[in-house]
C-alpha cells in the first residue's frame, strides 16, 4: 500500500521569506504521479504542482518549487517570497500510475504567513 | 479551463432523511469522479470511484448502502446520503479526471458542507 507523510503538522515563515515543507512516501512503483495541493480556508482544493516520477527535472511553478529525490522517496516544497495568501493547509498526494487514478493524501501541513 | 462543481455548497438536513449532492465538471468530459470526505482538521479521505455508466467502487469501510453513488453521464456524478444521522455531518468533496489516457491530474468542486441535525 502507498503512504505519504507530511511531518510537519503547523508551520510559519514571515512574509517574503522563503518556507520548505515536507513529505515522504512509500511505494513499489516506478512510475507515478505527486503533487501538492493548497486548501485555503474556503476549502477549495487547488493544485500547486505536479512532478512526474520519470522526468529528473524538479518541476517550478512561479514561486514554487520542489525537491524530488526518487531514491529517498522525498518530495518536498519550496515556497519563495511567502505572500499572506499562501496561508492554507497543504497536501502532498500521490498517484501510483500503471492505470490507478487514486489519489493518496498525507495528513496536511497548515501553513501560516506572518505579516 | 477544467472547472468541477458542487450543489448546493451547503445544506442541513433532519436526521433520518436522504440529501443528494451534484457534481458537476463543466468545460470537460471526466470519465472518472471522485468522492471524498473531509472532517475538520483533517485530510481528505477517499469514499468511492465513480466510472461513467458502471457501478461505483467503494473503499474499504464505506457503506455503499448508505453513500448511493450514480454517474450517469460524463460531466454529471451524484452522491446521496440515505438515512442520513448526525455522524454523516463533514464536508463532502468531489473530484474528476479528463476522459483522457495517461492524464492523472484531478479537478476538485468546492465542497459541500453537509449538517445532520
Known amino acids: 500500500a502507498q503512504t505519504v507523510t507530511q511531518s510537519q503538522p503547523e508551520m510559519s515563515v514571515q512574509e517574503a521569506e522563503t518556507v520548505t515543507l515536507s513529505c515522504t512516501y512509500d511505494t513499489s512503483e516506478s512510475n507515478y504521479y505527486l503533487f501538492w495541493y493548497k486548501q485555503p480556508p474556503s476549502r477549495q482544493m487547488i493544485l500547486v504542482i505536479r512532478q512526474e516520477a520519470y522526468k529528473q527535472q524538479n518541476a517550478t511553478e512561479n514561486r514554487f518549487s520542489v525537491n524530488f529525490q526518487k531514491a529517498a522517496k522525498s518530495f518536498s516544497l519550496k515556497i519563495s517570497d511567502s505572500q499572506l495568501g499562501d496561508t492554507a493547509m497543504y497536501f502532498c498526494?500521490?498517484?501510483?500510475?500503471?492505470?490507478?487514478?487514486?489519489?493518496?493524501f498525507g495528513k496536511g501541513t497548515k501553513l501560516s504567513v506572518i505579516p | 479551463g477544467a472547472v468541477v462543481s458542487q450543489h448546493p455548497s451547503r445544506v442541513i438536513c433532519k436526521s433520518g432523511t436522504s440529501v443528494k449532492i451534484e457534481c458537476r465538471s463543466l468545460d470537460f468530459q471526466a470519465t472518472t469522479m471522485f468522492w471524498y470526505r473531509q472532517f475538520p482538521k483533517q485530510s481528505l479521505m477517499l469514499m468511492a470511484t465513480s466510472n461513467e455508466g458502471s457501478k461505483a467502487t467503494y473503499e474499504q469501510g464505506v457503506e455503499k448502502d448508505k453513500f448511493l453513488i450514480n454517474h450517469a453521464s460524463l460531466t454529471l456524478s451524484t452522491l446521496t446520503v440515505t438515512s442520513a444521522h448526525p455522524e454523516d455531518s463533514s464536508f463532502y468533496i468531489c473530484?474528476?479526471?479528463?476522459?483522457?489516457?495517461?492524464?492523472?491530474?484531478?479537478?476538485f468542486g468546492p465542497g459541500t458542507r453537509l449538517t445532520v441535525t
Open positions: 498526494a500521490f498517484i501510483p500510475g500503471a492505470g490507478s487514478y487514486q489519489l493518496t
Open positions: 473530484s474528476a479526471r479528463l476522459g483522457l489516457a495517461g492524464t492523472y491530474e484531478q479537478y
